[in-house]
């Protein structure tokens, strides 16, 4: 498997993965506001980045994007997004995604790699917590526009 960095060539593949990911989570977005997150993730200015495992084909996703953060002296990466096709699951392409973002954290000097899940999401919290134990964090979440 190999891990790497989405590029114009994979825009298929992402809307597909991108796809099944917004039916995982019972999601409709408009198909303007997925062209803007596409559009943003190829923008070299944009802190939002993708990352691709590709196995044969492009697997899953991670979706991050680096920030300043009060609590260290540095930057954190948020894994905003990761998504493994049904198919795929399984076969190490979440762990691989993970690793990668961690030791992409690493070697730009970012401190901490931190995401959430919906508590219900049992597949990925069984990964997570393979990893690291929840912090106990509860996110709160409030619409300020459109």
Known sequence: ?????????????????WAQYLAFYRVDLAPEITGFTWTRLMDPASPLKAR??????????????HHAST?????????EDLFVAEAARG???????I?????????????????HTDQDNTRARALYDSIVPSDGHVRYRVRVAG
Do not use: S, T
């Open 52 to 65: 691709l495992a590709v196995q044969d084909a492009v697997v899953g996703f991670a979706i991050h994007q």
């Open 91 to 97: 076969l190490g392409a979440g762990r691989a995604l």
């Open 1 to 17: 498997m190999i891990i790497r960095d989405a590029g114009p060539q994979d825009e298929a593949a992402w809307r597909g993965l």
């Open 71 to 79: 609590w260290v002296m540095g930057d954190d990466c948020y894994l």
């Open 99 to 115: 690793a990668d973002l961690q030791n992409l954290a690493a070697a730009r000097g970012w401190n901490r790699l931190y995401w």
